[in-house]
């Protein structure tokens, strides 16, 4: 695994934006994976800058995000498909129906678990995704476990997940008990793989997943295992694994 270290979490967008900038433009019709989430914000905000700056052009590209809240509607300002309308989609030039993620409100899990892989063999798979680390070591809704999940699956979120994902919710029982969410094995074909990780709170869990085992008990440690896995990291995330990060 490649380890770049930033100063902090401008550092990290920006180094994130630029090698996504560098990927649309060297393939216009590439299919991005994307998160949601607090880490990949600030990367949002680049590329929408550089694409009023008429730098890059999102005309042809497809995207794939990783997961979505089951029951939770588009029109939910908790849901994912807001937040990526939000936070990118409707401020580049993206054609909306070349953006997909997990129907949430699909109440047959096996249907749209099985509708959203034919998606994403239909578009050829993922040229580059973006990852974000939970904090116990999550990447997508695949939450510590006794195996690795391979394809999109309905999981049922852990207790340090809601309690982290409750600040964006009124009150903690709004947070919703189910997602959808690509699976390890789609993940790990992604072509590149871009890890995202900001601030000291997840200084111990990103040691684990670069220098401890590859266990399903730490998801994001699979990882150790692409060959174009980058891991894009502030210093304060860094602060527990010593002498890495170029
Ligand atoms: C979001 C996702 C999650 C988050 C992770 C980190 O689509 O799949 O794995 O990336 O929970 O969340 P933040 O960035 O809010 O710390």
Known sequence: MRVYKTKDYEGMSKKAAFLMAAQINAKPDSVLGLATGSTPVGVYRQLIQWYREDLLDFSRITTINLDEYRGLAAENDQSYRYFMNHNLFDHVN?????????????PDSKKACREYDAIIKGVGGIDLQILGLGRNGHIGFNEPGDYFEKTTHCVDLTESTIEAN????????????????????????????LLLV?????????????????????????????????????????????????
């Open 94 to 106: 993206i054609r909306k129906e070349c953006t997909y993620l997990p129907d949430g409100t699909e």
């Open 166 to 193: 409750k600040r964006f919710f009124q009150k903690e029982e709004d947070v919703p008990r189910q997602a959808y969410t690509m699976g390890i094995q789609t993940i790990m074909g992604a072509g590149t793989i």
């Open 198 to 246: 900001s601030g000291e709170e997840k200084a111990e869990i990103l040691r684990q997943v670069i220098c401890g085992p590859v266990t399903p008990r730490v998801p994001a440690s699979i990882l150790q295992m692409h060959p174009r896995a980058v891991v894009i990291a502030d210093e304060a995330a860094l602060s527990r694994t010593e002498n890495l990060g170029e």
